[in-house]
């Protein structure tokens, strides 16, 4: 037999021996199919499911995301894509053709999910099927030549084979190793998880895209300011606002209620952190249904309550000045915290107290009220259009009056925190100037003529809460958590194999042989095959003494490596 044919042989010996190491897919290049439906339906599924078409997928997925961060999107913020409109009249017919105002429900990104979606699973059910018929089925035997694989070694022994191979078992067996006799040899593996991670790796990423595709489909947001005393039931028009997925249904809303206690907000009051926020927290009472009891919990920021599939958040907090108006005559004709929005980290905040009924002038002739409203929860003098500290320590209220039409009864929605003067007329005071003045608790203004007044009682707190309702967030949540486990047993796990040969050799004595074999070139291999050869060598198969050299230098020494 030719020499071309001997290495023929062992390199087919040596590719059984490192055959199924990874159940990942062959790349073959293949012909052109044949034409029929058939055919190209086979072609097609090959090419989805092959792994490059599949990291085309994840890299369109990332990119067709992007658009999606910085194009205001129309599920979660209309009034910005409203303004992108109206400051590009060019663009925004391109971008309503391409869906890029609802990147996440669009057509292509629905289709990029999808295909993707696809090619995971027909790449994973084969791969499962193929690990099951490995587990199933038992190491390859060693090939004839131990010696082309790249860790090998090798000693002279006087115990017999027998012993050999039979300790060589149970010693793979004691480091959990797959082992059994294969003829004059024991073959074993081991790194089996580096496959199961690799599987649980993709299987989790299925996992993450069902739970984010259904979290996004039947997810809802909303927010609420609540002044404390004031109390919350989860319905849809008890929200400031709301936004939702495309197939939530207000039937899906959890039902609860809470009420707002007592916040507490406590700051640094020297160094350099001053005014910096140390404590933001708020009492709540709650109930779950309708006739569930009244529980009391405290919400800290990042510390939501949950309730079911909901979760409350504290977002935002500010004051909310008390005030009392009364016509000329003296009658109330409201009375409340108006919560005002603040301007700066000191929580200098501004609004309009806004009295839409019940009020009449001097004359007798119902008109509305409007009063701009400039609040410092710590005045300072010489610092009057800013407070000087978060905390309610000199708080000030600056008012200025209007009377008039506020414009509310147009049908046109306008901001609570924002006074139209387009109907208004501003009161006056002795030098003919726009009133204004500074109110501290217990004082009032007068309105001149008659008109009424303005009473500044004092200060309550508000707080801002985002509820939301996001289901499979917690399968979201374990699929992360298993793709890093899997990502991580697969990067560091290694799947090798080991083969130890016992045989007599030409002068009676055993010739002890160990080889191994992982998917790529490491260094844990031949490490963890010297530290197996060092145990067997030590406890079952000692070495023997070297053969006597030959005296005729043509002929090599007997158990000498050729």
């Not at 108006?325 to 309009?352: E, I």
């Not at 074999?517 to 530290?531: H, M, Q, T």
Request: glycine share 10%.
């Amino acid at each position: 037999m030719s020499n071309t044919t001997t290495d023929r042989a062992e390199d087919q010996d040596l590719g059984a021996a490192g055959s199924q190491l990874s159940t990942a897919p062959k790349e073959e290049l293949s012909n052109l199919p044949a034409m029929g439906v058939v055919g190209w339906a086979r072609w097609f599924w090959r090419q989805l499911t092959s792994m490059r078409v599949a990291l085309l997928l994840l890299l369109l997925l990332a990119l067709g995301a992007i658009p999606g961060s910085l194009i205001p999107q129309t599920g979660s913020d209309e009034t910005k894509v409203a303004e992108f409109r109206e400051q590009h009249e060019v663009l925004a017919p391109v971008y309503d053709k391409l869906g890029l105002f609802h990147v996440y429900s669009s057509v292509w990104f629905s289709a990029i999910y999808i295909l993707l979606f696809v090619s995971l699973i027909g790449c994973i059910v084969p791969r499962t099927w193929q690990f099951v018929g490995q587990l199933r089925g038992r190491p390859p035997g060693a090939p004839k030549r131990l010696t082309r694989l790249p860790a090998y070694t090798t000693w002279r022994t006087e115990a017999e084979p027998e012993q050999v191979r039979e300790a060589a078992l149970a010693l793979l067996k004691k480091n959990r190793f797959r082992a059994h006799l294969a003829g004059d040899a024991v073959a074993a593996e081991k790194g089996y998880l580096r496959e199961v991670g690799n599987l649980l790796f993709h299987i989790a990423l299925i996992v993450m895209l069902i739970a984010f595709a259904w979290g996004q489909l039947f997810k809802s947001e909303g927010n609420k300011l609540l002044v404390e005393g004031h109390g919350f039931s989860n319905t849809l028009i008890s929200y400031d606002d709301f936004k939702s997925g495309s197939l939530f249904s207000t039937d899906d809303l959890t039902p609860f209620s809470f009420t707002l206690g007592d916040f507490t907000g406590t700051y640094e009051t020297s160094g350099p952190n001053k005014g910096t926020p140390r404590t933001y927290q708020t009492t709540l009472t709650y109930a779950e249904g309708a006739y569930g009891k009244d529980r009391k919990t405290t919400v800290k920021v990042n510390h939501p309550l949950e309730i079911g599939d909901s979760k409350v958040y504290l977002t935002a907090h500010g004051y909310a000045p008390v005030v009392t108006v009364r016509d000329g005559k003296g009658k109330v004709v409201f009375r409340d915290a108006v919560p005002l929005l603040p301007l700066d980290s000191n929580v200098t905040s501004s609004g309009v107290i806004k009295v839409l009924d019940g009020y009449k002038n001097a004359e007798g002739v119902t008109e509305q009220l409007g009063f701009k409203a400039f609040f410092l929860p710590t005045y300072t003098a010489g610092s009057e259009v800013a407070s000087t500290f978060p905390a309610l320590i000199n708080p000030v209220l600056n008012l200025e009056p209007y009377h008039g039409d506020l414009g509310v009864n147009s049908g046109i929605p306008q901001s609570v925190y924002q006074l139209d003067k387009k109907h208004m007329k501003g009161f006056k005071d002795a030098k003919g100037k726009q009133m204004r003045d500074n109110l501290r608790p217990g004082q009032t203004m007068k309105l001149p003529d008659g008109a009424g007044s303005i009473t500044y009682e004092g200060t309550k707190e508000w707080a801002n809460f985002q509820i939301t309702q996001q289901p499979a967030s917690g399968w979201a949540l374990a699929g992360s958590l298993a793709a890093i486990l899997g990502l991580a047993a697969s990067l560091f796990i290694q799947r090798r194999r080991v083969w130890v040969r016992a045989v007599k050799g030409a002068d009676g004595v055993t010739v002890v042989e160990m080889a191994g074999l992982g998917r790529s070139e490491s260094a844990k291999v031949p490490e963890e095959l010297g530290d197996l050869a060092g145990i067997l060598y030590e406890q079952a198969a000692p070495g023997a003494p070297d053969p006597e050299p030959t005296t005729d230098p043509a002929v090599p020494a007997e158990g000498a490596e050729k």
